[in-house]
């Protein structure tokens, strides 16, 4: 039984020694090793043997098998090594090839401009506030003094989720919610995305608006004033000012809409600003004594002016945007050109 245990091995040897691929060597594996394997069948014939010589042969046996698993492991090895020289030879590298260019992010234009506007006003002691995109008609609208029968209640202003629940129209409701929540002095600037029924070069069903809320002792027209002319400098250089129109907003009284000096003319006049020389930039005011007094803020005591602007348009104004749907199709060759 021994030399026909020595023979097995040698044979184990000559054919893994010879083996050239690892599917092969698997079939080997299973021959010599597995359950069914000539060495597995001399642990069988154990019991034929007298008891005292079994534990010495079974040992044998052991170490064959042993021997025959290290040579597999052994070839396993040489095969691998071999057809990874082979691999290297065939797929020769060309360093002299160029690299293959990564591509890279950039921030969205609105993203920019509006982190571009938060660190403006951060860095003029405001703080930013958040309110939800889904609102009540409340903030949205009766706190801000918006009578019953205001057209921009309309279903074709307005998308209602139901009777009174919107998406809001503007970012002026986070005036409301702020108010509610602080006593004056109050100083922060609310950006966020609104929501309207409108859909042209210039306006986008989704939009984004930043808020502006001071309330405090003493303030007054002048101090909007010259807050808006700071902003518009540090956000478009020095030799854009801006100038303020009367209008009527029924959270402010007095109320104006904005406008910047045309930042591609410089107020000669030209196709962005429709020969005019100014820009509308977004609504201002002193905030209506009616709306302090329905958040119980005594507005013989205090007072303060509101101004919102409008995110996107100071993104197409400052980044030459042509088209405000440039902003919302993110088609990645017009987004390339932000990286
Ligand atoms: N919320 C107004 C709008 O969307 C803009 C606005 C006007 C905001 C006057 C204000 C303000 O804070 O005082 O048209």
């Not at 706190?143 to 209602?160: G, I, K, M, V, W």
């Not at 478009?236 to 209008?247: N, T």
């Not at 000669?268 to 905030?287: D, I």
Request: include cysteine.
């Amino acid at each position: 039984m021994e030399t026909k245990l020595s023979q097995l091995v040698k044979a184990a040897e000559n054919e893994i020694t010879a083996c050239k691929s690892l599917h092969e060597l698997m079939l080997l594996k299973s021959r010599y090793t597995g359950k069914k394997s000539e060495i597995m069948a001399f642990m069988q014939q154990l019991v034929a043997l007298p008891k005292p010589e079994r534990p010495a042969f079974g040992q044998k046996v052991n170490i064959a098998k042993e021997r025959v698993i290290e040579l597999l492991n052994k070839q396993e090895e040489i095969i691998k090594e071999e057809i990874y020289r082979k691999s290297l030879l065939e797929n020769k590298l060309d360093i002299s090839m160029p690299g293959r260019k990564m591509m890279r992010g950039g921030l969205h234009p609105i993203t920019r401009a509006w982190r571009e506007i938060e660190d403006i006003f951060i860095g003029m002691g405001f703080e930013v506030a958040e309110g939800p995109d889904i609102e009540d008609e409340y903030h949205n609208f009766d706190a801000l003094n918006t009578p019953q029968d205001h057209p921009a209640r309309n279903l074709s202003d307005t998308f209602y989720v139901n009777d009174d629940v919107l998406l809001r129209t503007q970012t002026s409701t986070v005036q409301i919610r702020v108010m509610e929540n602080n006593e004056p002095p109050i100083k922060i600037i609310s950006p966020g995305r609104c929501y309207r029924n409108d859909n042209d070069a210039s306006h986008s069903p989704a939009f984004h608006q930043v808020e502006a809320l001071v309330v405090d002792k003493n303030i007054d027209f002048a101090d909007l004033k010259d807050m808006l002319n700071i902003f518009v400098k540090k956000m478009f250089g020095d030799d854009i000012s801006s100038r303020i129109r009367p209008h009527f907003f029924p959270f402010t009284e007095p109320s104006a809409e904005i406008d910047i000096v045309c930042v591609k003319c410089k107020g000669t006049g030209c196709n962005v600003c429709k020969g005019s020389g100014w820009l509308e930039m977004g609504g201002a005011g002193m905030v209506d004594p009616n709306v302090l007094e329905g958040l119980k803020i005594d507005s013989e005591i205090y007072s303060g002016y509101a101004f919102g602007l409008g995110i996107d348009r100071v993104a197409m104004l400052k980044y030459k945007i042509p088209d405000m749907r440039l902003l919302f199709e993110n088609d990645i060759r017009f987004l390339r050109q932000f990286v």
